[in-house]
């Protein structure tokens, strides 16, 4: 059987190494599922707060994998979500550290939006920086 090579795919979980190998730079942590947790946990959070329009024009600048990772268990009616404010935002965010608790989850914050500004483009981000409550913009700053 030939097998079929797409390169979107083929690079993907590369993409992804990177982003997370980045991430976990940024903040000084040796363990890869935690920085792969705080940034579904932030997507997802991030990915709530906007409208549909706006959600899925951030997910349009994903990497193909990320992108199904911010999908995921998405319910685009009950967006966006609220309360929307920053102590509902970083609470998202620390649901699924439980047993482990960030320490600083608003630093852990601000390294992931720092991540995506490095990673996406600059329109794109002014756009959900905008739609964001002030508190929450704060943290792109």
């Not at 608003?106 to 329109?123: M, N, T, Y």
Request: glycine share 4%; hydrophobic share 50%.
């Amino acid at each position: 059987m030939k097998t079929i090579e797409i390169s979107t795919l083929d690079h993907a979980p590369q993409v992804v190494a990177e982003w997370l190998n980045s991430l976990s730079e940024d903040l000084g942590w040796h363990d890869k599922a935690r920085a792969y947790m705080l940034l579904r946990a932030t997507l997802h959070a991030l990915r709530d707060f906007l409208t549909v329009n706006e959600a899925v024009d951030l997910a349009a600048q994903l990497p193909v994998l990320l992108r199904g990772v911010y999908y995921e268990g998405w319910i685009p009616a009950k967006t966006p979500a609220h309360p929307r404010g920053k102590a509902a935002f970083l609470a998202r965010v620390e649901a699924p550290f439980v047993n482990t608790p960030l320490e600083e989850s608003e630093d852990c914050v601000v390294a992931v939006f720092d991540l995506l500004r490095r990673r996406l483009s600059a329109g794109e981000l002014g756009q959900v920086a905008h739609a964001l409550r002030k508190p929450l913009r704060e943290l792109w700053a």
